[in-house]
């Protein structure tokens, strides 16, 4: 009877031979890229090795068949920083390029230091003569998003010294003594700028410092705050959406940022961005955001990097997080990456890669293929903020692997990565699997079209169209389901094939099946409005592909490298 050694070496040789007979050498390359996000030989190695151990693990809850509001927006977006460019022209250059580039959404600070400057209710900039509002240069800013058709999550935080009895000597981020001053200022900008800004998100990263500046990081106390920026914006206006402030990604535990006897920081303080959003539900602050915001750094690997272990942070760390969200019941609300990026600083320059390293190749290849698996893999995450458009000058060029994020560089000169988003976000738009809003971006609606109130529909409203309105879009996947309410009557056309006519049949929510069973690739579908009006709710897509030559090229070399090592520490063993 033949061992269980040597029927577990003819198992994996099997495997190994299957691996040689499927793939090349460039295809095995491509595949375990496609689940370890490394591309030298050995990092790949050991990828899958960790990979196939992470798939043992007990798998997390995303559930991603189930309407998301917010996460059918367009989804590129960077962050600028406009409010330090001096000169007028240089903010109006800045937008041109990013609306070039098909980039819809910015993420920009509306700095409370710098806009209620010198006591409460002061918006007089009196720091350099001649004296000026503090809200002309945001003005200014919001008056080109208007002329570039782009939209603002503005940022509110970094309060000023005054809001604080000690000033700045407990940190230049530490919150304000008394969140009723923050709770004006956010009233003041949303009020100023109601209709104009879609979105607000309340403070950054409060789970590490020196965003909270030198006090202990405290989930409790940003919970109250974000109490009161959400409280306050609603008030002001009732259509904005709140975003959370943007969970750092971090395993630190330490909630105290702790230094040795020479003065030197031991310790960075900061808590799980796990651990934290738990103890922000367990607050009771789910009520008070609309969007969940974390940062989407890959770090040391690429995009695809699929090992999910909890102490090592890449690219899907939104997994765990989301984990978090459907385990409390938020299962409806999305995530959008505040920050997403590879560092490109250069080998050359001697600054330490605190970031993780990439060439400049690579950070532009990386970005692209992260804003596609965002797209294609995690339907409840909407958009994603590029870090960052530019510097307004190069001074940190050769001390701080921040500035080496940029899309371009103080002159304005396009770095690769900035081609290849403009290339990437210029894309026709295609809807993936999930459920769908009616809004979603990928939608082209042709007539008079217009949203309205309806208790039927999921999120309380609802696209109205009357007859000889049309709806197309372009999707991927194996079926697609239009969620409607009403009694009209639409026809669906379906790449080339015969169309369809669609009856609603009352006034409750129901799903019709519009194609099923279709070979999983894109497919156009354009709807007709024959008898109105007929109110749409949103669109599912389904995907069910077979065991694709790649995801079993994946599972080989998983399986072929796993097996490998495990025979050989059984042979070292047993030698």
Known sequence: MMSKQKISLTIILIALLGASILLSRRQIKTALFNITGEESTLPQISGAIQYGLTRLQPPLQTADDVPVQYAGMNPYGVNAFLQNEVEPQKREEAMRLIAEAGIKWIRQEFTWEDIEVHGKGDF???????????????????????????????????????????????????????????????????????????????????????????????????????????????????????????????????????????????????LSDVLFLQQVYNAGAAPYFDVLAMQGYGLWSGPTDRRMQPRVLNFSRPLYIRDVMVRNGDAHKPIWLSELAWNAVPPESGIPPVYGQVTEDQQARYAAIAYRRMQREWPWLGVGFYWFFKQA????????????????????????????????????????????????????????????????????SALSGQVGDTAAF??????????????????????????????????????????????????????????????????????????????????????????????????????
């Open 124 to 270: 007089e900039d009196r720091r350099h003569q001649p004296y000026k509002s503090a809200w002309k240069k945001y003005d200014h800013i919001v008056d080109l998003a208007d002329k570039y058709d782009i939209k603002i999550m503005a940022r509110l935080s970094n309060p000023p010294a005054w809001t604080r009895a000690l000033t700045d000597t407990v940190g230049a981020f530490a919150p304000p003594d008394n969140l009723t001053d923050y709770g004006d200022f956010v009233e003041a900008v949303v009020t100023r700028y109601k209709g104009r800004i879609p979105a607000y998100q309340i403070w950054n990263e409060p789970n590490i410092y020196p965003e909270w500046g030198e006090y202990p990081i405290n989930a409790q106390e940003y919970s109250e705050m974000l109490k009161e920026g959400y409280t306050r914006v609603k008030a002001a206006d009732p259509e904005a959406i709140v975003v959370m402030g943007a969970l750092a990604a971090t395993i630190e535990l330490d909630r105290v940022r702790r230094y040795n006897a020479g003065g030197w920081p031991v310790s960075p303080g900061g």
């Open 393 to 460: 000058d190069d001074r940190e060029r050769a001390s701080n692997p921040q500035y080496y994020f940029r899309l371009v560089e103080p002159d304005f000169t396009p770095m690769p990565v900035y081609d290849a988003l403009k290339t990437q976000a210029n894309q026709p738009p295609v809807m993936y699997s999930g459920w769908h809003q009616a809004d979603h971006w990928a939608v082209a609606y042709q007539g008079d079209w217009e949203s309205v109130l309806q208790p039927e529909a999921t999120f309380g």
């Open 474 to 575: 372009t999707f991927e996947g194996s079926s697609v389901s239009l969620v409607a309410v009403g009694s009209g009557r639409v026809r669906a056309l379906l790449d080339d094939a015969e169309p369809i006519e669609i009856r609603l049949n009352g006034e409750s929510l129901q799903t019709f099946s519009l194609a099923g069973r279709l070979p999983q690739r894109p497919h156009s579908i354009t709807l007709e409005v024959i008898e109105g009006p007929v109110l749409i709710d949103g669109f599912i897509v389904q995907s069910r592909p077979g065991l694709t030559l790649s995801r079993a090229g994946s599972f080989i070399m998983v399986l072929a490298v796993v097996g490998g090592v495990w025979a050989l520490w059984r042979y070292r063993r047993e030698a």
